[in-house]
């Protein structure tokens, strides 16, 4: 039995885990920024690098607290190595070198996509997986799509072109007047909406595996400017006649009809026998209802709502997998900001 404290610091939410085996979670704690960046719409990178130093020590405590236990049961610390901010990522690698240090325990750096991907590790049934798996990993930083042929074994099909599935989410729910993060707000919004209501454009980029969203981004505005060649759409809020149920129902059908149908082309082509999901995107029931509609009989599997945002206890278990294959870093690595996965 193998015990990981897993930290996780990339953006904007400070986590803490501890994971036994990469299957089972003793304690998960995530103290989100988020209700602090929404007052700018967006992440404040200098302001989420001195909440971190503020968060992390208290995380990790309550995360060892929860757990029942000390750090005289962990075995193994992993923590997220990029991509993020940079800024925000020393703290975590920081606490966890730290720590490594004090203790003499292995530290082990890992990628926060290769993390959203092992979310699906914390699942039931995981052990069950045969290889290949399509991963499609959406997120508010990356829309990224690979096939996973073995553990620890990816290869980048593709990928966006322009902004990332949440970003655009996080867009177009500023220009609708809704609050940051947009994503989820969207989505209760286009419950009451007609998805028909408006025909916004799919970019289907046929003949490759790759996405674009911002082409989607500007048919939201447009439609805007075309209601109220007045209004200022991002600025300010919607004039109140604006049918933003509707708006936001169309623009996310087609979001979710193109990642969806590019998904399950893309794991028939390569002999996928499941099609996995992470990242915070994909907590998106539409986007989760509409891949399983497209799949038919293939599998489509996603992480519970806590693990499909940002969490230490998916770099827990990517760490286990990464510390049964050998891997272990010095205590002088340092944070990788653009880190790609393959
Ligand atoms: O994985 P995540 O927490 O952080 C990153 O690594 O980026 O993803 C955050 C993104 C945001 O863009 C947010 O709007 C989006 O996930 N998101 C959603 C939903 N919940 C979160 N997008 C659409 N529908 C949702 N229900
Ligand atoms: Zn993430």
Not at 252 to 260: F, H, I, P, R, Y
Request: include cysteine; charge should be negative; hydrophobic fraction near 45%.
């Amino acid at each position: 039995m193998t015990t990981l404290l897993g930290i996780e610091t990339s953006c904007d939410e400070t986590s803490a885990a501890v994971v036994q085996d990469g299957r089972t979670i003793l304690s998960l704690v995530i103290a989100s920024q988020a209700d602090f960046h929404a007052r700018y719409g967006g992440v404040f990178p200098e302001m989420a690098s001195r909440m971190h130093i503020e968060a992390i020590h208290p995380v990790i405590t309550q995360a060892l607290e929860q757990a029942h236990g000390s750090l005289d049961e962990i075995d193994v610390i992993a923590v997220t190595r990029g991509p993020g901010l940079a800024g925000s990522l020393v703290v975590g690698m920081n606490a966890a070198k730290g720590l490594a240090l004090g203790r003499g325990l292995p530290l082990i750096g890992v990628s926060h996509l290769e993390g959203h991907l092992y979310s699906l590790w914390l699942v039931e049934g995981a052990e069950q997986t045969q290889f290949p798996v399509m991963c499609l990993i959406v997120s508010g930083g990356h829309t990224e799509l690979v096939l996973m042929t073995d553990h620890l074994h990816y290869r980048r099909l593709g990928g966006t072109i322009d902004d990332a599935a949440g970003e655009a989410f996080d867009k177009v729910g500023r220009m609708l007047g809704l609050p940051y993060p947009g994503g989820p707000y969207i989505e209760k919004a286009a419950r009451e909406g007609n998805p028909a209501a408006f025909a916004f454009p799919r970019a289907w980029l046929e003949g490759a595996h790759d996405f674009s969203f911002s082409g989607l981004k500007t048919a939201v505005l447009r439609e805007l400017k075309r209601q109220a060649p007045d209004s200022h759409p991002g600025e300010a809020a919607p004039p109140p006649n604006t049918p933003i149920a509707d708006l936001a129902a169309s623009f996310q059908a087609a979001a979710v009809e193109v990642l969806a149908v590019k998904t399950v082309a893309a794991a028939r082509v390569h002999g996928a026998t499941a099609i996995f999901m992470a990242g915070g995107v994909s907590a998106n029931k539409a986007l989760r209802a509409e891949m399983e509609k497209r799949a038919g009989d293939l599998p489509v599997r996603f992480p519970p709502l806590i693990l499909c945002a940002d969490n230490a206890a998916m770099i827990a278990a990517a760490g286990h997998w990464r510390f049964l294959a050998g891997h272990r870093d010095s205590l002088a690595m340092d944070v990788k900001p653009n880190w790609k996965l393959t």
